[in-house]
Each structure stands twice: as structure tokens, then as C-alpha cells.
């Protein structure tokens, strides 16, 4: 990107993850161009642009979903999905709890807000949603009951078995489990498989629909098409948003198993559902995405950038953790006395990196952790270009900090 003084940068934020093929890529624009000519606001009309990116997004699905997984528009933003999900399986069930979990973020419109972790977002706004319960989320860096992961038994899984299983837990039988992946506001965490695993079998064997949020790590962020699918599980609702143009135009989907298709024509609705120069930007992704074997370049790329992150470890032991799943990726600082987040360094390591060129994000507690959203179709050269302003950044910032 080049901005208005003429300072260029490499973009790894790419528009908070929703440039999945970087600015301006000639496929998707071409084709967003051309719907404008044709049709541009369709609401629920059918059309063949709109057909298209039905069938393509559900052929996206493991072949073992697809014959049973119906597809929802929904407004023009993740959370706006989230709030579909969760009033779907509320409407399917005929119940309200809902749990969540710690570290959480799914959107800022009153019911995404309530069921996200951050308390500073919602303390001013009153009358939330009632009925919201949060459990500790895998987080092994700093493990949210004190204890070692190679010694714990994936005990936040089992408080949230026993929690629901208790006669006297507290918790009604809840209308959703909703869950990130990865937890991307919240830090970059990606859930460890046999937690994940274990909270799918749990809401399998009550018979509560799980909600997986892949509005971040969804439409091959994590090196396949959908997370979930590294975990070895199908939920029975997934929310997908931001790179689903792969250009930044807006839309969103919830796809759930059909066995939840109980409410009515109209139950959940948003005038900008139709976006149609959206939806012939996300078939030129979709098509490039498989034609050009993106999506092993996710993992390839990911791996390279990992090998450079890791490496940070050696320059100081401020580096509390590094971590990721695909091309979404975390630098934890930390005090290495005391393990307090260090949010002012993490601060100036963004701003060095800025200074040289280099767009990143921050996120987790106190804002501690560098994130990384680099396009899916970065190059081997500027996944090692990043590395480098990384490392220089990393070591301008510990030096100011002497």
C-alpha cells in the first residue's frame, strides 16, 4: 500500500484478514466490475451470480457435510452472523443459555458483544443479553486455572463437562456452544485439538448445537478452507464473514446442519443480504483459491513465518510465546520476571515496524501480542522481508526500552 505522503508498506493486517488475496487482485475486482454493469442489490432475489456462490461456498464443505448443510445471508458483518446463529439455536432448541468462552470475540452488536470476553467493551451498555456463561478456553501460555499443560489433562475441557453435567452446576441446558478456533482479538490462540475434540463430544452427547465463529480463520486463513476441519470435528453451525469476497465487500453466511432449519422465512434478515458485486468477488476467489493451490501456500508460508517468529525467542526472552494456525500468527511479549504483558513494548515493536514499512495489529490481553494476517497468497520474499523488519523492530523497541 502506499499512502498519501508516498510511504510504501507490506500490508499484514490485510483490512483485519479480509483481503485473503492482497489489495486489488485482478480476478475478484474484474468480476466485482463487471456485476456492477449487471445487477448490483438483490435482497433475496435469485440470481445466477447468487446461485453460483451458493454452491461453490457449500462445495467448500468436507464432502461429509455438504448433502445436509443449508446456507443463511445474513447482514453484512460477522456479528450480525453470530446473532443468526445464536437465534437459530434458540429457535431450534426452545432454549436461551448460551455458553462462551474467555478470550472470546465475536462482534460489537449487543448480543456478539455480551457473548465475548472483553468486559471494557461492555461495561457502559446496559440490559445485555441475559443467559451468557463463560468457560476457560485452552490459552497454555497462561493457562486460565494455573496449571502445566503437559500435566493437566486439558482440564478447562473437563470444567465445562462437569459444570454441564452437574444436576447442581448452576446451568440449564444451554441453546449453543459457541466457539473460536482460534481466538483472534483475543490473542491469537488457536485451541488445542484434544480440547476442542472434547467440547464437540460434549455437546454432541447433550444434544446442544455447536456454533463454530470462523468469521476470522474461515475461507482458508488457516491452510484449509475452514479450521474446524484441522480439528478433526463438524459443528452443526459455522459463521463465516470477512474474506468471504476475498476483496473486502461485504457479506455473511451462517451454514448449518438442516436439522436446525426450524424458524421461519424472515426470521432473521438484513437489508445489504444481496450483495451481489460480493458474491462475483467470492467465485473469482474461490476459483483462484483452487486453481492456484493457494491454500498450500498458506501452509508453506505459514511454516516459513513461523520458523522466522520462532527464531525472535533467541533475540530476547521478552518473547513470552509465538504462535498461529496457517496465516494467522502471534508474538506474546512478556515480562520474563514477573510474566506481566509488556503492552508498551508490543506498542513500540508496531511502530518501529511501521516505521519500516511493515502494517501490523495487536491484540490478547493488554494488547501484548503482535498479530500477523498476511495475504494467502504472500510470497516466499515477503514472508522473509517481514522477518526481517520483525526482528530489526523487535530489537529498535527493546532498545528504547533499556
Not at 525472535?312 to 515480562?335: I, K, P, Q, Y
Not at 506498542?347 to 501484548?368: N, T, Y
Amino acid at each position: 500500500m502506499e499512502d498519501l505522503d508516498g510511504n510504501v508498506f507490506l500490508d499484514f493486517l490485510s483490512g483485519a484478514g479480509v483481503l485473503s488475496l492482497g489489495h486489488n487482485h485482478p480476478e475478484p475486482l474484474a468480476a466485482a466490475h463487471a456485476q456492477l454493469d449487471e445487477f448490483v442489490h438483490g435482497l433475496d432475489f435469485p440470481t445466477p451470480v447468487k446461485d453460483e456462490f451458493t454452491e461453490l461456498t457449500i462445495s467448500m464443505l468436507p464432502e461429509s457435510m455438504r448433502s445436509r448443510t443449508k446456507i443463511h445471508f445474513c447482514g453484512p458483518t460477522g456479528a450480525n452472523a453470530v446473532d443468526a446463529a445464536l437465534k437459530l439455536c434458540k429457535t431450534a432448541t426452545g432454549r436461551e443459555d448460551v455458553i462462551a468462552f474467555q478470550g472470546g470475540f465475536h462482534g460489537a452488536t449487543l448480543a456478539a458483544m455480551t457473548v465475548s470476553g472483553l468486559v471494557e467493551q461492555k461495561e457502559p451498555v446496559r440490559g445485555r443479553m441475559p443467559g451468557v456463561h463463560f468457560f476457560p478456553y485452552s490459552y497454555c501460555a497462561r493457562c486460565p486455572l494455573g496449571l502445566k499443560r503437559e500435566t493437566c489433562g486439558t482440564n478447562c475441557a473437563e470444567y465445562l463437562e462437569r459444570a454441564l453435567s452437574d444436576a447442581n452446576g448452576g446451568i440449564p441446558l444451554p441453546a449453543a456452544v459457541l466457539l473460536e478456533l482460534v481466538q483472534g482479538e483475543g490473542g491469537v490462540i488457536p485451541a488445542e485439538v484434544e480440547y476442542v475434540q472434547r467440547v464437540r463430544e460434549l455437546s454432541r452427547r447433550l444434544d446442544v448445537p455447536l456454533i463454530v465463529d470462523e468469521v476470522q480463520t474461515g475461507c482458508g486463513r488457516s491452510g484449509t478452507w475452514f479450521a474446524f476441519e484441522q480439528y478433526g470435528i463438524e459443528p452443526d453451525v459455522v459463521v463465516a464473514s470477512k474474506a468471504l469476497s476475498g476483496m473486502g465487500l461485504p457479506a455473511a453466511v451462517i451454514l448449518y446442519d438442516k436439522k436446525l432449519d426450524v424458524w421461519q422465512p424472515g426470521a432473521h434478515s438484513g437489508t445489504f443480504r444481496g450483495n451481489q458485486p460480493a458474491f462475483a468477488a467470492g467465485i473469482a476467489t474461490m476459483k483462484v483459491v483452487r486453481r492456484d493451490g493457494v491454500l498450500d501456500n498458506v501452509r508453506e508460508r505459514s511454516r516459513q513465518l513461523m520458523d522466522h517468529l520462532s527464531a525472535l525467542r533467541e533475540v530476547s526472552a521478552w518473547v513470552h510465546d509465538v504462535r498461529g494456525l496457517g496465516l494467522m500468527m502471534g508474538v506474546e511479549l512478556a515480562d520474563p520476571e514477573t510474566g506481566r504483558p509488556a503492552a508498551e513494548l508490543a506498542k513500540k515493536v508496531q511502530w518501529e515496524a511501521v516505521s519500516r514499512g511493515l502494517i501490523l495489529e495487536l491484540g490478547g490481553r493488554a494488547d501484548c501480542v503482535v498479530r500477523m494476517l498476511p495475504p494467502l497468497n504472500c510470497t516466499e520474499e515477503e514472508i522473509d522481508h517481514a522477518g526481517r523488519i520483525l526482528r530489526e523492530s523487535l530489537l529498535a523497541a527493546l532498545a528504547q526500552a533499556v
